[in-house]
């Protein structure tokens, strides 16, 4: 079964600072998701990556994917209070019809 | 209008009651699926369905059914509730997306079983 590993689990950081937040998985999967949810509330989809070395931009997010070593990247640039949310990375195993999700990482941004 | 609607949204029940989650989408899409959601543990597959004859279980199934009435109806039910089925449950939709399949979900339903 394909597992897919966040880090860290827990992020808190200064407005105007930068951090990343890594995703690793454990099987050969060239789709990778990145959704925003915010307490209570459903997941917003952020990115979609859908090659190895895809790398896409909305505001002060970034996020990057390397299909040979597994892993994917979320940066960000500038820290904003609104940014404050959980950030879930999840794989698309199995032929694509099964998703896989990380167990997700709070980020919680000060002022 | 909500692409993706979930009834009810929030819902108490007790132990051994029987319960159903209802999921409704006008996306139009085939794939439709049912996740749970713990605190810490992202989100974990219940069953998912690609049409209305195709039903598959996915990590976490017993203690679960379903039921897919039509393209755009998918159905959780809890046969017998327990305490530990207590979470956050979202049903979710799946389409090809300009190459790629992408995940659109419902608002979700909170179960509390007491």
């Known amino acids: 079964e394909l597992k897919v590993e966040q880090n860290p689990l827990f992020l808190s950081m200064q407005e105007g600072k930068n951090y990343t937040i890594y995703c690793n998985y454990s099987?050969?999967?060239?789709?990778l998701y990145w959704y925003r949810q915010d307490p209570g509330k459903s997941l917003e989809s952020l990115f979609v990556?859908?090659?190895?070395?895809a790398v896409k931009q909305e505001g002060r997010l970034m996020a990057s994917l390397d299909t040979k070593a597994r892993l994917s990247t979320l940066h960000i640039t500038a820290a904003v209070h609104d940014l404050s949310a959980t950030y879930f990375c999840?794989?698309?195993?199995?032929?694509?019809?099964?998703?896989?999700f990380g167990s997700g990482t709070k980020l919680n941004v000060k002022p | 209008d909500a692409d993706v609607t979930q009834t009810p949204r929030n819902r108490i029940t007790k132990t051994g009651k029987r319960i159903m989650l209802e999921c409704s989408q006008t996306k139009g899409h085939d794939r439709m699926y049912w996740y749970r959601q713990d605190p810490g543990l992202g989100l974990r597959l219940i069953y998912y369905s690609f049409d209305v004859k195709d039903i598959n279980k996915g990590e976490i199934s017993d203690g679960y059914s379903v039921s897919r009435q039509a393209q755009a109806k998918f159905s959780l039910s809890l046969e017998s509730a327990i305490p530990n089925q207590t979470a956050l449950y979202f049903c979710a939709t799946s389409d090809l997306v300009a190459g790629g399949f992408e995940q659109f979900f419902g608002p979700g339903t909170r179960l509390t079983v007491l």
């Open positions: 990556l859908l090659s190895n070395g």
């Open positions: 099987t050969t999967s060239d789709r």
């Open positions: 999840a794989v698309a195993g199995d032929n694509f019809n099964k998703f896989y």
